[in-house]
């Protein structure tokens, strides 16, 4: 039997309203949240973790489920991709960097960042050079690279066959997740604003402690840090839900992670530093430094207090407070003669400054055989525990307890 003309119309417009799945807005809510966070998690573990910093290897089947996830949530091309971040990498915070805020300014790279992304896949140079190692298989030469926006079509078809008029908004929001949280925060406000646990030799920042929302990619100063690490977070109050995908993975054979975050050792004290001593210090100087940080910052904290107590000023003192553990390169202009005044008035944290350079030295002068270096470390902490200044003592014991 035949229905009517207008038994059609009304369930054509009752499908258009409501879709196949006839959810609440909540429930359609909650769908978009749980199918953008999956485009996260295989941007993070897949593209970024696996392929272009090849941290980890993945089993077949995460691997080609991200891959086609990919291809439905974003119509990025894992070569592209990974060219590009590898190009940010190696040309990091210069006028080559495809997404630098530092060169091409914050409004340009949060608003724009997409378009930056789309401009640099268009070099064949950058490909070419930088997108070696990534996956060049019959589904990727013929579906998922061929044809990139198919598949958010076909993400479309199925958001509105499911949810109807409302599918039009669930989508909307799929496909301005990555360009937004990727390409505008993370490459963005991620090289401008935020907190820093390591001197890196970029800008990047942490964004948030709690890596939740963009897949543990709010660690980004750790990220630039430790690059080839598969682990994001290193503090023991920060959280990268990336990592707790991984680790399931790795349960079940789905994941091999290659390298983690290195952690330094330390031991008996030595009666002096050695070439052992040497060897760890330099493989785990991003620690070593910003526990040399907490030392610089503890003694400021002290300086604050006997002025305080005096009735001084301390608005010098405190302006340039943040800029005393930072390396030379990264102290603005504006901030240069505040930090030489303190450095004037305060001999401590002078010291403190001047000895923190000589120790960033031993690893950037190539030039130096090990037994020089060896002996420079020596010296290093003979001096500082003859300073007459106890954080440096302390921090001197630390160094020689330090092993490979």
Request: hydrophobic content about 45%.
């Amino acid at each position: 039997m035949l229905l009517p003309d207008w038994a059609v119309l009304n369930a054509a417009i009752d499908w258009l309203a409501n879709g196949l799945w006839d959810l609440s807005w909540w429930q359609i809510v909650l769908y978009t949240l749980v199918t953008t966070h999956i485009t996260i998690a295989s941007v993070t573990i897949f593209l970024h973790r696996a392929q272009a910093h090849r941290a980890m290897d993945l089993h077949a089947i995460p691997s080609h489920f991200f891959r086609f996830w990919l291809w439905l949530g974003t119509g990025m091309v894992t070569k592209e991709w990974v060219a590009i971040h590898r190009k940010h990498h190696a040309k990091c915070e210069t006028v080559d960097d495809p997404h630098s805020p530092q060169t091409r300014g914050i409004d340009t790279v949060f608003w724009k960042g997409a378009e930056l992304y789309r401009a640099e896949a268009k070099n064949r140079e950058t490909i070419t050079k930088f997108g070696h190692g990534t996956p060049d298989d019959w589904i990727e030469r013929n579906l998922y690279s061929r044809y990139s926006w198919q598949g958010v079509g076909l993400m479309l078809i199925l958001n509105v066959a499911l949810f109807g008029f409302a599918g039009l908004a669930v989508w909307a929001v799929q496909m301005a997740w990555i360009p937004v949280t990727a390409a505008g925060i993370i490459n963005g406000i991620g090289h401008y604003w935020g907190y820093r646990n390591f001197e890196a030799q970029d800008a990047s920042t942490n964004i948030s402690p709690w890596g939740l929302i963009i897949g543990g990619e709010e660690l980004h100063n750790n990220h630039h840090t430790y690059p080839t690490s598969a682990k994001f977070s290193v503090k023991k109050y920060e959280f990268d839900i990336g990592w707790v995908y991984i680790s399931l993975m790795q349960k079940v054979g789905w994941a091999t992670v290659k390298k983690v975050p290195p952690k330094l050792r330390l031991g008996t004290i030595k009666p002096v530093a050695d070439e052992k001593t040497l060897e760890a210090v330099i493989a785990n100087r991003y620690e070593v430094m910003a526990g040399y940080a907490r030392e610089m910052r503890r003694a400021c904290k002290a300086e604050i207090e006997v002025l305080k107590a005096k009735g001084h000023d301390l608005a010098t003192l405190k302006a340039a407070k943040r800029w005393l553990h930072r390396d030379d390169d990264k102290v603005p202009a504006a901030a240069r003669q505040q930090l030489q005044q303190v450095r004037a008035e305060h001999p401590v944290l002078d010291k403190m400054v001047s000895m923190r350079e000589e120790l960033r030295q031993m690893w950037l002068n190539t030039n130096q055989s090990r037994e020089q270096l060896a002996a420079d470390l020596q010296s290093w902490c003979r001096r500082a525990e003859e300073s007459g200044i106890e954080a440096l003592r302390q921090f001197s014991f630390k160094l020689r307890a330090a092993h490979a």
